[in-house]
């Protein structure tokens, strides 16, 4: 008995059903997503069920860019890699798809020539050797609004008298290496900071930690993929995204206090905390390090305590359920350091 839309059911569903485990449903994740982006089904049925099973064994996975090429590269890797025919191929878990998706969920597609001018990431690119600054260029440029400098002083002035969401920086210049300039671009520009992702050729791996204390976010290794860089660079913007989100939500949390926020204002506020902390938690329960449930339970128990406490003095904020909702929306994250 076949159970399932076709278009829909991993491969190994038709070779040995008793024996698929959740990939079939990564699989169907990525199916379903290719359809949310696209409009179409990534497999078409034909009404010929053997010749169809046959196609999906055999032939190529669809691609999203072929009807959506406006579409990020490495967004097209991943919705393929969702659906790759072989399960060992595929993300092992729904949460490790779900971090791997989670920088997209900010995403927007790049306004038309002609249309009017919408505000873009600006991202400064600082590395002495001009064919590594031109191929960096080239993969940012389209959908970012980029700068570049040819060492850590010229980078130095650029910051001090502009402003960057994100800076990309080389270790090995002359004059003033990247090392050297993270810390002076700290000291010199007011909050909030850059984002910077460090990159290096020469730096070894165990160096890496002592180069995020430095300040870095973000370490890569050069040569370097196109889809593994893209995916680092949209990371850290994301995350500077959610940052300013999470600033506007501070203080929309003690305009609550008064009364005085908007419906949309905390709906605004809620949704980039809660994404945020089902996301790093969901993650950390896939990689073992919280049981299960844990970003369901605890959002309960701050219910549950806000209920409990009476609204008197500092707590009088409890008595408003917007507070109550943000705060429930952001425990999962708080209490476990995800």
């Not at 078409?44 to 196609?55: D, H």
């Not at 600082?126 to 040819?150: H, T, W």
Request: hydrophobic residues 45%; contains cysteine.
């Amino acid at each position: 008995m076949l159970v399932g839309s076709v278009g829909y059911m991993a491969p190994e569903q038709v070779e040995a059903p008793s024996q698929v485990d959740g990939r079939a449903d990564v699989f169907g994740m990525g199916a379903s997503l290719y359809l949310a982006l696209t409009g179409r089904d990534p497999f078409p049925t034909s009404g010929e069920l053997m010749a169809l099973i046959a196609r999906r064994m055999n032939g190529a996975v669809p691609r999203v860019r072929q009807h959506r090429p406006e579409l990020p590269v490495e967004l097209d890797d991943l919705v393929a890699k969702l659906m790759a025919p072989d399960p060992e191929r595929r993300f092992p878990s729904a949460g490790a798809a779900a971090a791997a998706l989670l920088p997209f969920a900010s995403y927007r597609v790049p306004e038309a020539r002609g249309a009017p001018v919408r505000t873009r990431a600006r991202v400064l690119v600082i590395d002495d050797d001009p064919d590594v600054r031109a191929y960096v260029l080239s993969l940012l440029s389209e959908d970012y609004e980029c700068a570049e400098a040819g060492d850590g002083r010229e980078g130095l002035a650029r910051v001090e008298s502009d402003r960057y969401d994100l800076v990309i920086v080389d270790q090995e210049m002359p004059r003033l290496d990247g090392a050297r300039f993270i810390e002076r671009m700290l000291q010199a520009t007011p909050a909030p900071a850059p984002m910077v992702l460090y990159m290096s050729g020469r730096v070894p791996t165990e160096s890496l930690g002592g180069l995020l204390l430095g300040g870095a976010d973000d370490f890569i290794r050069k040569p370097f993929a196109p889809p593994e860089f893209l995916s680092r660079v949209r990371g850290l913007l994301a995350r500077r995204s959610e940052m300013a989100r999470r600033t506007t939500g501070t203080s929309s949390v003690i305009r609550l206090a008064s009364g005085d926020l908007d419906a949309a204002e905390a709906a605004a506020a809620f949704t980039a905390v809660g994404l945020f902390a089902q996301g790093a938690c969901r993650l950390a329960e896939d990689a073992g390090a919280l049981g299960r449930g844990y970003h369901a339970r605890l959002p309960q128990y701050v219910r549950a305590l806000a209920a409990a406490v009476p609204p008197v003095d500092e707590y009088a904020r409890l008595a408003h359920p917007a507070y109550v909702d943000l705060l429930a929306r952001a425990a999962p994250r708080t209490t476990s350091g995800c």
